[in-house]
């Protein structure tokens, strides 16, 4: 897409697929690569940019502007820089452009771009700007994903542009998602795990926003946009408010094969209790496969060698990670190995404060490779994990 696209008689798209990028936030992984979405709302009036797109493609931008005599307004829905990068050049183009933002989104642009005060307007929540025939209306999103975050609707159309909310992280040769819509299921959940999981109850406050403007269209400023809005509106429902499934996470690493041993006697004996297992190995992880199976795992087993007195510090991270996630985690294990002495389950619960909801096991730790009898208390972990589940998944 290196040239402007009509997705409607009054709105182009002009955003930039990013197919090489292979690591967000220098975090997370990307397996396909994302988009920035922005697009130029043409009123008989007046004409505005809703987001535009990260300082990498800046003159990408540049090029799909030409042609377009005026841009009167740049609305930024959201101040994070993979969207807002490039609203100075925007604006040096354009000198009679305002950037529109909400009332806290003015002082984020003033820190983090350094944009002239003087060019920025601040509209409030439900607020309407009349493009001529045309008119956008303000939804304050707080917190979908930073407390500045709002959303645009174009009234006329019934077109909602969501910034962030109802985003993918999949670059694309189409604007709108053309597949069966199940094929993009897990690059939304792996957007929803990695960026919005920590936000579900502000998410949930949101969606009804969403929903009483009931739109006919939604364009994200990430990924493919959306002709039947109700699909992703119904799995960020499931996924923020509906309860974790019948599954365990198993996070784990191994030295010298005793945990390694542990965990296959775990999956084994939970699996055979009716519970759906994933598991991770964190020697290497895709962080965002450990996301994503927060979003629905009921309970979480971390599985831990002892290093210098401690858990390894690749777990260590991996709980962190977990824990500023905010998932709906519902019961903890911690099992693992020591040589000699340690306090790796101590060290481990105190990095989860945000899953005070969730009930901690009492840890198993083994000394050395498990003998019958450590796989013997493996099994008994296992079983109170079994019974927990029979209880809140009765058959
Ligand atoms: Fe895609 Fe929160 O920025």
Same mark, same amino acid.
């Given at each position: 897409?290196s040239?402007?696209?009509?997705?409607?008689?009054?709105?182009?798209?002009?955003?930039?697929?990013?197919?090489?990028? #292979?690591i967000?936030? %220098? $975090?997370?992984?990307?397996p396909?690569?994302?988009?920035?979405?922005?697009?130029?709302?043409?009123?008989?009036?007046?004409? /505005?940019?809703?987001?535009?797109?990260?300082?990498?493609? =800046?003159? #990408?931008?540049?090029?799909?502007?030409?042609?377009?005599?005026?841009?009167?307004?740049?609305?930024?829905?959201?101040v994070?820089?993979?969207?807002?990068?490039?609203?100075?050049?925007v $604006?040096?183009?354009y000198?009679? /452009?305002?950037?529109?933002?909400?009332?806290?989104?003015?002082?984020?642009?003033?820190?983090?771009?350094?944009?002239?005060?003087?060019?920025?307007?601040?509209v409030?929540?439900?607020?309407?700007?009349?493009?001529?025939?045309?008119? !956008?209306?303000?939804?304050?999103?707080?917190?979908?994903?930073?407390?500045?975050?709002?959303?645009?609707?174009?009234?006329?159309?019934?077109?909602?542009?969501?910034?962030?909310?109802?985003?993918?992280h999949?670059?694309?040769?189409?604007?709108?998602?053309?597949?069966?819509?199940?094929?993009y299921?897990?690059?939304?959940?792996?957007?929803?795990?990695?960026?919005?999981?920590? *936000?579900?109850?502000?998410?949930?406050?949101?969606?009804?926003?969403?929903?009483?403007?009931?739109?006919?269209?939604?364009?994200p400023?990430?990924?493919?946009?959306?002709?039947?809005?109700?699909?992703?509106?119904?799995?960020?429902?499931?996924? %923020?408010?509906?309860?974790?499934?019948?599954?365990?996470?198993?996070?784990?690493?191994?030295?010298?094969g005793s945990?390694? +041993?542990?965990?296959?006697?775990?999956?084994?004996?939970?699996?055979?209790?009716?519970? %759906?297992v994933?598991?991770?190995? !964190?020697?290497?992880?895709?962080?965002?496969?450990?996301?994503?199976?927060?979003?629905? /795992?009921?309970?979480?087993?971390?599985?831990?060698?002892?290093?210098l007195?401690?858990?390894h @510090?690749?777990?260590?991270? +991996?709980?962190?990670?977990?824990? /500023? $996630?905010? @998932?709906?985690?519902?019961?903890?294990?911690?099992?693992? %190995? *020591?040589?000699?002495? =340690?306090?790796?389950?101590? +060290?481990?619960?105190?990095?989860?404060?945000?899953?005070?909801? +969730?009930?901690?096991?009492?840890?198993?730790?083994?000394?050395?490779?498990?003998?019958?009898?450590?796989?013997?208390?493996?099994?008994?972990?296992?079983?109170?994990?079994?019974?927990?589940?029979?209880?809140? *998944?009765?058959?």
């Amino acid at each position: 897409m290196s040239k402007r696209v009509r997705i409607s008689d009054r709105v182009d798209y002009v955003g930039s697929q990013d197919w090489d990028r #292979e690591i967000f936030d %220098s $975090l997370i992984p990307l397996p396909d690569g994302t988009s920035y979405n922005s697009y130029v709302v043409k009123g008989s009036e007046k004409v /505005a940019l809703i987001d535009t797109v990260d300082p990498k493609f =800046g003159r #990408e931008l540049e090029g799909k502007l030409k042609g377009i005599e005026k841009v009167d307004y740049v609305v930024i829905n959201h101040v994070e820089q993979d969207h807002s990068g490039c609203l100075n050049m925007v $604006l040096e183009r354009y000198p009679e /452009a305002k950037a529109l933002c909400s009332e806290k989104a003015k002082d984020l642009i003033i820190t983090h771009l350094h944009t002239d005060p003087e060019r920025i307007v601040t509209v409030k929540d439900a607020e309407e700007i009349s493009l001529g025939d045309r008119t !956008l209306r303000f939804v304050y999103a707080p917190f979908v994903h930073w407390p500045e975050t709002m959303l645009t609707y174009l009234v006329e159309e019934r077109m909602l542009f969501t910034c962030d909310m109802f985003g993918s992280h999949l670059a694309s040769s189409e604007v709108f998602a053309v597949k069966p819509l199940h094929d993009y299921v897990e690059s939304c959940k792996r957007y929803y795990a990695e960026i919005m999981m920590p *936000f579900a109850l502000p998410i949930k406050k949101n969606l009804e926003k969403v929903e009483s403007l009931s739109p006919s269209t939604v364009c994200p400023s990430h990924g493919p946009c959306w002709t039947e809005p109700g699909f992703v509106i119904n799995l960020y429902r499931r996924w %923020s408010q509906g309860e974790p499934e019948n599954k365990a996470l198993l996070l784990y690493i191994s030295m010298h094969g005793s945990v390694s +041993a542990m965990v296959e006697r775990m999956t084994d004996r939970i699996s055979g209790g009716g519970i %759906s297992v994933a598991r991770v190995d !964190l020697t290497d992880p895709d962080l965002g496969k450990i996301a994503i199976n927060l979003v629905d /795992a009921h309970t979480v087993i971390i599985g831990t060698p002892t290093v210098l007195g401690g858990p390894h @510090p690749k777990v260590a991270s +991996a709980v962190v990670l977990a824990n /500023a $996630l905010r @998932p709906r985690t519902k019961l903890i294990g911690i099992i693992g %190995s *020591f040589g000699w002495a =340690g306090k790796a389950p101590e +060290a481990l619960a105190s990095l989860v404060p945000n899953l005070s909801g +969730a009930e901690l096991l009492p840890p198993l730790m083994l000394k050395g490779l498990p003998d019958e009898d450590g796989m013997q208390k493996v099994d008994e972990f296992a079983d109170m994990i079994i019974e927990r589940h029979a209880k809140s *998944f009765p058959r």
